[in-house]
T-cell receptor
């Protein structure tokens, strides 16, 4: 079964405390991406990766980092989270004209 | 101008109605078109995708793409309360880095 797995599903943290959201896919897709979803703004792409060791900025990359050391994993890193990064985050994996999403990570930064 | 535009709604219809959801896009190079359904607090799930122009039918759902007018449509026949969700359209030219519309929130009333 095609699957994109994100962890954690829910996270409350304090300003400035580094955190990592993990993402893993089992479809052998080369392309993976991270989005944040905010009310009224829809899905906005943070970063994407076209293959291992190849990453690039999306529309809203400020305050985020990513890495792609293995094909199946694409973690999202917030080095110093701030309250404006409170959002719902989705990882996606795509190929052959289809994109699959994880279940989301609801992050609250206080 | 956003690359993919979509009326955010909300759209309320009675059970059994035919629902028409629409998007427009600006990039004439887009070849892949997708519709996603997103329930509250869940990740988007792929409903249908089409390549280039034409129609595609799957049960009660029909997707249409008119590349001449850059118009994407999703029709839902015999709508059910379980169809109540946010529907997102997405487009891309290579089938990997999709651009999403903001989503239309649909409520089907029993």
């Amino acid at each position: 079964e095609a699957q994109v797995t994100q962890n954690p599903r829910y996270l409350i943290t304090v300003t400035g405390k580094k955190l990592t959201v993990t993402c893993s896919q089992n479809m052998n897709h080369e392309y993976m991406s991270w989005y944040r979803q905010d009310p009224g703004l829809g899905l906005r792409q943070i970063y994407y990766s076209m293959n291992v060791e190849v990453t690039d900025k999306g529309d809203v990359p400020e305050g985020y980092k990513v890495s792609r050391k293995e094909k199946r994993n694409f973690p999202l890193i917030l080095e110093s989270p701030s309250p404006n990064q409170t959002s719902l985050y989705f990882c996606a994996s795509s190929g052959q004209g289809e994109a699959f999403f994880g279940q989301g990570t609801r992050l609250t930064v206080v | 101008q956003k690359e993919v535009e979509q009326d955010p709604g909300p759209l309320s219809v009675p059970e059994g109605a035919i629902v028409s959801l629409n998007c427009t896009y600006s990039n004439s190079a887009f070849q892949y078109f997708m519709w996603y359904r997103q329930y509250s607090r869940k990740g988007p799930e792929l409903l249908m995708y089409t390549y280039s122009s034409g129609n595609k039918e799957d049960g009660r759902f029909t997707a249409q793409v008119d590349k001449s007018s850059k118009y994407i449509s999703l029709f839902i026949r015999d709508s059910q309360p379980s169809d109540s969700a946010t529907y997102l359209c997405a487009s891309d030219n290579y089938g990997q880095n999709f651009v999403f519309g903001p989503g239309t929130r649909l409520s089907v009333l029993p």
